[in-house]
Structure formats: C-alpha cells, structure tokens
C-alpha cells in the first residue's frame, strides 16, 4: 500500500513545517501544491523533503485540489491537510493499518477537526473532515469549500468517522475572520449566480455572513440553503440551523431564535448545538425548568451521539455547564445534572503557601480521600520569598511547582499546565469538613465557586465565604448575558446561612508558634477579618487592638469587637472587656447577632465578684435560653449545655446549690451524656453538697442524677466515681467502661510509641528511669534520650542499655533548656504517638499500654492523660495525684503523665522555648484546642518529689517563680477563661 500526503499553500511559511511534520511519519511522501507563495513556504518545504509543484490560483479551490490528485494518481490512498493545520494520531496500529479496512471504491475517511484560536489555543469549534479516500474513485467540486464526490455518479459516497485521529486548525482563528470571510463571500457569490440550485453554497455564505457580521445576509442565506438542501444531507442542514439561530441571537432577536432552534430540533433530533442554544435561550428568561431541560437534552445527546454532527457550542461549554448548574439549584433539581460529569471532571488544586501547613502528608492524604473518584492534579505556590520552600516540598511529594509574581499568574498557569476544568484555590492548613459530594459541587458553582471558611479552636471561631473554586477563563465571544440570574444567586446566598449543604472548609483558629512570624508576613493581601483572626491565632493581641476596621466593612465589625474583648481580657484589662460587652449589647442589634457577648458577660460574671451582677446576668441567660431553641453563636461555639452548665456555675456561686445542681443535670441530660467535662463539674457539686453525710449519699445522689439505663451514662459512671476517689464504686461500673472500650478499640497493628527522655546532668535516677520505659508491656517503642549539654556522664549510662535497639541517644552542644531539647527529641521521633519522661522519674509497667488503649477508643482525642503518684526521693509512694477532668478555660495542667497523637502535634506545634518552666502546660493547651484531652483515671506514673527537681526549685523561686510563670500563660491564654 502506497499512501501519499498533499498540501496545498500560500504564503503560510508560520505554520507549514508543523504541518509537514505531522503527516511525514504517516504517508510514504508528501507534496506540496504552492499557489503563489512570496514567503519562504516553498524552501521550508524542500528543506523537510517534500516535492513541490505548482500551480498558477485562479481563484477556484478545487481546481487546484484535482491537480493536485492529478499528481498522486499512482497512490492508493491520499492523505489530505492544508498549511495551517497539524494532523494527530492516537492509535496503537498505523494509519496504513487502520486503512486497510476501509472499501477505497466507496468510502472516505472523515476526522474531527478542532478549530482553534491561534493566539491561547482555545477551542472555538469541532467539525468533521473527509480527508482520507482513494485519488482513482473521487475528485472535488465546488469554486470554495469545496466537497469530494465520486468519480461514479451512480456510487455513493460512505463516509467512516475515525476514531483515533484528528486535525487542529488555526486557519478559522477570528484574526483571520475578517480577510477570510470577504475573499470567500465574492467566490460563493460568484459560485452562486453560476449554479442558483446548488444549496451547498448557501449553506457556506450563511457561515461566511456570519462570520463577517452580516447577520441579516446569514438569515437569508440560511433559508435558501434549507430549501435547497437534500434531507439526506444532514451534516450541511445542521449548519444552516445553527447560523440562522445564532444570527437570531446576535440581533437580540430571542423569540424567533427560539422557534429556529426548536424547528431545528425537530427536524434534526440528534443535533446537540440546538439543544444548547435553546437551553441559553431559557436561562436567560429565567425559565429555570426549561434550561434543566434543555441542558440535560443537550448532554445526552453528547454523551450519545447517533449522528455526525459539527460542535460549534463546544467553545461555550464552560458557560454552559455553569448556567446548567445554577439553573439545577433554581430549580432544586440536581438529579442527572452532574452523573457522569464528576467522573469526567479535571479539578486543578492549587495549595498557597504549602510551607505553612502542619502535616503536609496528612493534607495530601486529606485530598486523596475527599477527591477519590475524580481526575485532579496539586500545585504549590507562595510568594518569591517563600518559594524555595514551596518548591522543595513539592519536588518530595511529586507534585507541582507553580511559578508566578501573584496568586492570579499561579492560578492560569496551574490551569493552563493541567488542562483542568476547574481550580480550587487551597490556603495552608485547610480542611474540607464537609461530604464533597454532588448536590454541594452544584451549590458552589452556583454560587461563583463559593464555600464557607470556618476558621475555628475548640472554643473559638468564626465564619464567612470566599470565592475558591474558579471555572476555566471564559470566551471573550459569549451567546448572550446572564449577569442578572448569577447575581441574583449570590445576593441569594449571602443571606442564607452557611449551612451543610455548603463545601466548608476548615481552619485551626491558633497558628502554630514556628510559623507564626511566616503568618504574618504574608497578612497584608489579607481581609480585614482574616488579619484579625490570624493576629489573635499568633497572639499579636496588642496587633488586634491596633487595628482600624473600617466602618464600611459590616461584616468584620462583630468579630472584630468580639476579639477586641478577648484581647482585652488576654492583657489583664478586664474593665475595658467589660465597657465593651455592654457597648455592644446595648446597641440596636438583633438579638441573635447578640448571642456571643451575652454568653462572654455570663463567663465575664463566673470572674467577677459582684453579686448583683451575676443575679442579672442570671436572668439575662435564661430568657435567652428560653427565646432561642437554637443557640446559633457564631463566634464563641456554644450549645446548649454550655449555656445551662454557665447558669448553674453562677447559681453555685450565688449559694443557690439545689438549682445549680438541676441547672447542671439539665445541661448533661441535653448533652445526651456525652459532655464529660459537665458530668465531671456535676460530680463535684454533688460531692459539696453530700460529702457531710457520707460516700454513701454521695453515691446514691449520683446514680439518681445519672440515668443508668442509657449506656453512655453508665460508661461515665466509672471515671466520675474514680474522680471523686471512690474506688470501691467505680469498680461496679468498670465493666461498662470496658465495654465501651472494647467497642471502639482499633484492631490494627500496634502503633509506634515515641518516648522522649531529656536530661541535663541528673543522672541520679536515670538508670531507674531508662529501665522503667525498655521495660514496658508496650513492646513497640522507641526511647531517644537527648543530652542538653550534661557535664556528666550521660551517654556511658545511656550505653549500658545498647544492646536494646529501641533506646537512640543524642547530644546537644550546649545547654538550651527543657523545651529545646523536647523539641530536639521530637524531631528525630517516628512514633504514631509521643510522650516524654523526666530521668527523675519512672514510669509504671502498663502506662504506655493503657495509654495508648485508652487514645485508640477515643478517636476525638488528641492526647490522653492520667492520674499518677507522688514518690520520695527512694521511690516510696506519697500520695495518689487524682487529675480533675481537662479544663481548657481553666488553663489547667495536663500533668506528668501525657500521651499524645503525632497529627496533633503537626497541627499545634512543639513546645513554646519562651515559656522555659511552664512549657508543659502551655502545650497541653495547645493540643486540647487540637482536640478533646481525655482522662484515664488510673494512676501510671511515679512522679518523684526531691530538691533537685525542676519544681523544686522553681518552688523556691527560680525563673521567678510560679505566679511569674502563671502570669506569663495568662496573658497567652487568659481568654480561655472566658469562652
């Protein structure tokens, strides 16, 4: 088989060599046909080995074409392409191979044609071409836009679509509109007055009209074309209907451009560019159901195509699947809207400042889950101070590194690089909380790409939407305007609540104190709101008070009054606090926007010690309580137990001790049993209450308090019992904790437990307390023993327990103190969980073991703590340290004996080095903001009391002492108290 490839050129010296290229691995030659060239088209040509011949233009293409057959006789098959085209294969098997198949007498080989623009290569249109057939059985006809028939009149033409192969074409580019279109207008016209009955060529001057703007000529010639076209010629009727709805259109003639495209349809049912017009045309009367219609018509008929048609829409379909999905949200029809579209969807996600996220695995890992399913590529970008480090974490994880001065220039060329068809912007440390499915893609893109943000602690935190989820850049040319519906949809949604059936993503409120100086250089393209809580996050609280939020950003003003309290209080002024809370409540505000600081004066009255106060604010909780069935506080994050368990606080301050004890019941039975702090503090009030008449009534109080009949309650039944030191009760429920726990406990493999060991030169007990980890029944762990800058002999003691390989040692030049060397350690853990021991004290044989059974069954929990001993100086116990249930707002010590996940640690950061002394505490906050703190209520850990011990000697005044110390936690986290 010999196959030979033609072209016709002139003057086309930009594009010709791209196209010889594409066909030279295909044919056995390549002829170039020149008409004239004064450029350098005919050296290109010889230069890539073509023969060249000539042919003087006399202004009919298909002359030109039938001598170029004329010199390809000998050829069984001929491969067609003209100079501003670029043919491409995708298949396995050769053209020659798949050609094989093919009857040369009767058949034509028909490719899709993508035109596009020249300047971006965007897709303006799909058509088909017949461009592979045999020289001996056709030639062409027709002066321009000429078509291949049979040498045979009485054979008819069989045209196969291949499916592996296509062409790309520049030539329809609108650059080329204007000179194109007129020189083609004459030459139809001309063909026109030679043969009137030839509807061909007014199906081509109503494209040629068209594209020159003569609309009124499009119509007309439109019309003739379908009266003078065969019904058999589908693929020509179809364009005819397509100019003459479009001319319609661009006359603002929607009505009658209605009735051509559905006159189209029903003549041509399969034809999908009507479908899609007509669909356009609902949109923008606000006929919602008609465009669902019409959309879903249109995609099927994609989807399933029974015919060969041309795809002019297919420029469009961006704004078309957008106007599908905001008509489906109109209308509350989401069925069949997006089937199938979701799976064939490329998402682009493009992570801004990646070096700023916590677990930069977790987050990949985040995605791979919440985008399973769909096609999607991750680029990273930062600004150009912080892009080497953007780059390297993406060379680790494999994936992108995109380059650009703003986020606008990342973002094209992330889409550009990916050829998605939407971008999601990601900002460091954000997490979708919400189910990424269907009905809420729809309500985003509805929305111009908008989700919620919830910027959050465990407390604290606060709301609003941005826009994140960008549709590819529209055509400049677009059908018509549809700016009225899409404004209307997002006035729509601004005043909806941000509610489920909205993406959210979520965000840690407080910034991690190694990225906090990072944070706030890049504040300053930041919105009012988002500075604010980033401000608050690092704790820049003066910052916060600083800030001048304009009278004119409404939305920023509440919460920035709101952290302005918190600051207040975090800098120990509580009357300026005060002074504002009543500002606020005493401004004309809807009572729902004045929930958050009526629950803020209720914790501002827990604080204070004015009677009269806490009576008044007493009243005010509970009317509000009663008026709002749902307590929906937007910037402190309330329920409401929270606001039963306030009153009853203030009732027990008050003496008020039976209806604070109700006030609490109250508050847990609305918790359904699951609030344990509530359960804790109502153990001690009962325990007040009837501790002078014995444990017996103490016991029977709380079994009438507790129903024992539902399960949860029965399982806090054993911690509150062993709280308030009652062993022998907590014993009759022990087996419900059990259960429970048994319920819930993970089956995987062990994990992973990191143990830190830190040491500077007290060596005395370390022997005791190195053997008390190696000799835990948890068997997989690792123990790091990190030397901060010891003058003894640290590392010979270390080395008597070589022959454990779980047991690493490392040495810090110099003395940097205790959270340094934590920090040392935790660098170099590998650990699923971590935790750290002094090398004074030890540890008993199933701390690790409890600790990590106890975490494991409380997947909310991002560290666990438990109860231990006071030891002397020779080991003897003391006392047993009974541990209160974690306070955040109390600020509380999580105490010696802490376990805590890795992921939490990612997410909250070590240990703060400025806080020497009280580290561990200032940590435990962090994680309980990370997460729940839970209690194991046993006590595992032998804390030994000597003094040389740190807390010795800070008891003795060193580092200034506790109250310093506290003062310094204080004003970090004093708001705690309040929220």
């Not at 958050?596 to 827990?606: H, N, Q």
């Not at 016991?699 to 308030?724: C, G, H």
């Not at 850990?941 to 003795?956: G, K």
Request: hydrophobic share 40%; aromatic share 10%; glycine share 4%.
């Amino acid at each position: 088989m010999k196959m030979v490839s033609y072209i016709l050129v002139n003057n086309n010296e930009a594009t010709l060599a791209d196209a010889i290229r594409s066909v030279k691995g295909h044919a056995d030659e390549v002829i170039v046909v020149d008409t004239g060239s004064t450029d350098n088209s005919v050296r290109i040509a010889l230069d890539l080995g073509a023969r060249v011949y000539y042919f003087a233009w006399n202004g009919n293409f298909s002359e030109a074409r039938n001598y170029a057959l004329h010199l390809v006789q000998e050829a069984d098959w001929v491969l067609v392409i003209d100079s501003d085209e670029v043919f491409e294969w995708r298949a396995s098997i050769s053209l020659k191979e798949w050609a094989m198949e093919l009857d040369p007498e009767r058949t034509v080989a028909a490719f899709n044609c993508s035109h596009l623009e020249s300047s971006n290569s965007r897709l303006l249109s799909v058509t088909h071409v017949e461009r592979l057939f045999s020289p001996a059985f056709f030639y062409y006809a027709g002066t321009v836009h000429e078509r291949l028939l049979p040498h045979n009149k009485m054979e008819k033409k069989e045209i196969r679509l291949c499916p592996c192969a296509g062409y790309r074409h520049y030539g329809y580019s609108s650059e080329y509109h204007e000179v194109k279109s007129s020189r083609n207008i004459g030459l139809l016209q001309q063909a026109v007055g030679s043969d009137p009955s030839d509807g061909f060529n007014y199906r081509y001057l109503a494209s040629e009209t068209y594209n020159a703007g003569y609309y009124a000529d499009t119509i007309k010639y439109a019309d003739t074309a379908l009266h003078l076209l065969a019904a058999v010629d589908t693929y020509s009727r179809a364009q005819a209907h397509y100019y003459k709805t479009m001319a319609l259109l661009q006359l603002r003639n929607n009505a009658e451009a209605e009735l051509a495209a559905v006159a189209g349809m029903k003549e041509l049912g399969d034809y999908p560019d009507l479908y899609a017009i007509a669909a356009e045309i609902c949109f923008d009367a606000q006929r919602w159901e008609e465009a669902c219609t019409r959309f879903n018509e249109w995609q099927q008929r994609l989807q399933n195509p029974a015919k060969l048609y041309p795809n002019h829409c297919i420029s469009l379909a961006e704004t078309f699947h957008r106007h599908q999905w905001i008509a489906a949200n109109k209308t509350g029809n989401f069925k069949n809207t997006l089937r199938g579209e979701a799976q064939n969807m490329k998402v682009a996600l493009l992570i801004v400042h990646p070096h700023l996220d916590n677990d930069w695995e977790e987050l990949l890992s985040h995605i791979q889950s919440k985008f399973q399913g769909l096609s999607y590529e991750v680029g990273l970008w930062s600004k150009e101070q912080f892009g080497v480090k953007a780059k390297s974490i993406a060379e680790k994880a494999g994936v992108r590194y995109i380059k650009g001065k703003s986020l606008a220039e990342a973002e094209a060329a992330l889409l550009n690089a990916c050829n998605a068809d939407l971008l999601w912007v990601w900002k460091a440390n954000e997490r979708i909380s919400s189910a990424l499915n269907e009905e809420l893609l729809l309500a985003a893109f509805a929305h111009n790409g908008t989700v919620a943000i919830r910027s959050y602690s465990e407390r604290l935190g606060h709301q609003w939407t941005e826009s994140r989820i960008r549709m590819k850049p529209m055509p400049n040319k677009v059908v018509y305007s549809a700016s009225q519906a899409e404004a209307a949809a997002d006035v729509e949604f601004q005043q909806e609540p941000l509610a489920d059936r909205f993406i959210v993503v979520e965000k840690p409120l407080f910034i991690p104190v190694d990225k906090q100086r990072e944070w706030v250089a890049l504040l300053s393209e930041e919105t009012s709101v988002q500075r604010l809580l980033a401000y608050f996050g690092c704790h820049r609280y003066s910052d916060v008070l600083a800030m001048d939020v304009s009278s004119k950003d409404a939305a920023a003003q509440l919460p920035y009054q709101f952290y302005q309290v918190l600051s207040y209080m975090n800098l120990g002024m509580i009357e300026q606090a005060s002074e504002l809370i009543y500002t606020v409540l005493d401004a004309e505000l809807e009572e729902q926007e004045q929930l958050d600081f009526i629950y803020l004066l209720g914790k501002l009255a827990v604080n204070a010690q004015i009677e009269e106060m806490k009576r008044e604010t007493i009243e005010l909780l509970q009317g509000t309580v009663q008026s709002n069935p749902l307590l929906e506080t937007r910037l402190v994050l309330t329920e409401e137990p929270d606001w039963l368990a306030l009153i009853a606080e203030l009732q027990w301050q008050l003496g008020e001790r039976k209806q604070a004890i109700l006030s609490w019941r109250h508050a847990l039975e609305s918790a359904a049993y699951c609030n344990e702090g509530c359960a804790y503090r109502l153990a001690e009030a009962v325990y007040e209450e009837y501790k002078t008449e014995g444990f017996e009534a103490i016991a029977r109080a709380i079994l009438e308090i507790f129903n024992v009949d539902s399960p949860t309650a029965q399982s806090l039944l054993y911690p509150v019992y062993t709280y308030l030191n009652m062993p022998e009760w907590a014993l009759l429920f022990q087996r419900f904790l059990a259960a429970d726990t048994n319920n819930t406990q993970n089956n995987d493999a062990a994990p992973l437990v990191s143990v830190i060991l830190p040491i500077h030169n007290d060596t005395r007990y370390l022997v005791e307390s190195i053997r008390s980890i190696l000799s835990q029944t948890c068997l997989e762990l690792e123990l790091i023993i990190v030397d901060d800058g010891s003058d003894g002999e640290v590392r010979a003691i270390a080395d008597r327990f070589k022959f454990d390989s779980r047991l690493s040692f490392y040495r810090l030049e110099s003395n940097g103190g205790l959270p340094r060397a934590l920090n040392y350690g935790i660098s170099k853990a590998k650990g699923a969980y971590m935790a750290w021991t002094s090398a004074d004290n030890y540890a008993h044989p199933r701390w690790l073991e409890r600790m990590v059974q106890t975490i494991s069954a409380n997947p909310r929990a991002s560290a666990v703590m438990s109860d231990y001993y006071h030891v002397d100086e020779n080991g003897l116990v003391l006392e047993t340290k009974r541990m209160p249930a974690y306070k955040l707002n109390g600020l509380q010590n999580g105490g010696p004996s802490l376990l805590w996940r890795t992921s939490s640690l990612k997410k909250t950061g070590g240990f703060d080095e400025s806080l020497f002394g009280i580290e561990d505490r200032d940590f435990t906050i962090r994680l309980a903001l990370a997460g729940n703190v839970h209690l194991l209520p046993e006590p595992l850990y032998y804390y030994r009391i000597h003094e040389d011990s740190l807390s010795s000697r800070i008891d003795a005044g060193s580092l200034g002492g506790w109250p310093e110390l506290h003062e310094k936690l204080k004003r970090k986290w004093l708001c705690l108290s309040f929220v």
